[in-house]
């Protein structure tokens, strides 16, 4: 029995403590350099899933440009930003890092309009969901271990996967993801409560980087411009200060210099209205937190005004933008077919999937497709259709 791993900092009392984790699925020695959670973000990090983030869809198909965001580099800046909250909150930081690392694991390629495409295919077998395939990818998709399927991660890790948007269960959301359903009946997640603390905290992170970054992909890709974003409420302010005190400067200092001013406002405004909830709510521990009946981690009501409007203004902006309906209509296009084909045709699928697969048509076969179109990158999925349809491509 190796000896306990000591945390380097003093958490606070409603903090999620390695001591006091609910372990894993699967026993097995602890690590005398790493705490628990501290082990989650290094094993997320080595999946091949995350590897795979780097040519998903965050906004803009991969191939579009070297400059937009990325799956991979939006959850490196998630983690960033949730790190830096919990530090200051004094929550655990390795477990908010883990949880940020993790949460679009299970995305599709080609972004939204890849989930929304399986979504459709996949409601005469059970549906498809991306937090529950995230879920699926950590305890049965990845295959890297000796001992169990997935990774094997903590009870904490795992909640805050499935549960980083709130309670699935209650309030008449007693519909769940077949993923989901199906790991409860082997693990209970407490799916009728909150997630604990560092979960909520990278959930607001996400927010703030998803419309942050997505300010600035839109102003550099030219879908809008600074002009235009004069009436969002907070961003139009940021940068008219910006251009008052730096006159000067270039456009594209002039979008980074705004950029951090926004998320630094938006996380300061996370970490005040967090505090003032804590305290108000007189939680002693995570487990505290969890059983409050409402969310610790969020913004206050200016601030989830000004969310609202920049969120507005991205969609009819950015998200409804004809340059990238085209671009979403090429990809959940390119999904559907290879789908449809390969549930039809489970013996144009790779070996080592196609050994697995049922009958054509049948659910086991559409589950099986769905996990390989999941992990799929944009670049895989578009040369996969192109051997499958194009009749003057190459085969391998």
Known sequence: MSEAWIPPVDLASCASHESA?????????????????????????????????????????????DFFRTRLTHSLEVAQIARSVCRYLRMNEDLGEALALAHDLGHPPFGHAGEDALKELMKPFGGFDHNAQSLRVVTKL????????????????????????????????????????????????????????????????????YNNHDIDDGLRAGLFSVADLSDVPLVGRIFSDVGRNFPDLDLSRTIHEAVRRLIGAMAKDLISETTRRLEQSQAETANDVRLLGRPIAGFSD??????????????????????????????RRVIKELFQLLVAEPECLPTEWRVLAGQPGHEQTAQLVADFLGGMTDRYALDEHRRLFDLQARIS
């Open 21 to 65: 984790s609910r372990g894993r699925l699967y026993e097995e020695p602890e690590s005398a350099t790493r705490g628990c959670f501290q082990r989650d973000r290094d094993r997320i990090i080595h999946a091949a899933a995350f590897r795979r983030l780097a040519y998903k869809t965050q906004v803009f198909v991969n191939h579009e440009g």
């Open 142 to 209: 990845e295959a890297r271990y000796a001992g169990w399927n997935g990774l094997n991660l903590t009870w904490e890790t795992l909640e805050g996967v499935v549960k980083h948007n709130g309670p699935l269960l209650g309030r008449g959301r007693e519909a769940l993801p077949r993923a989901i359903a199906e790991y409860a009946e082997v693990q209970d997640l407490e799916l009728d409560s909150y997630a604990g603390p560092e979960a909520q905290v990278a959930a607001m992170a996400d927010d703030i980087a």
């Open 302 to 331: 200016q601030m989830r005004e000004n969310d609202a409007s920049i969120k507005k203004f991205l969609f009819e902006n950015m998200y409804r933008h004809y340059k990238l309906n085209r671009m979403t209509s090429k990809g």
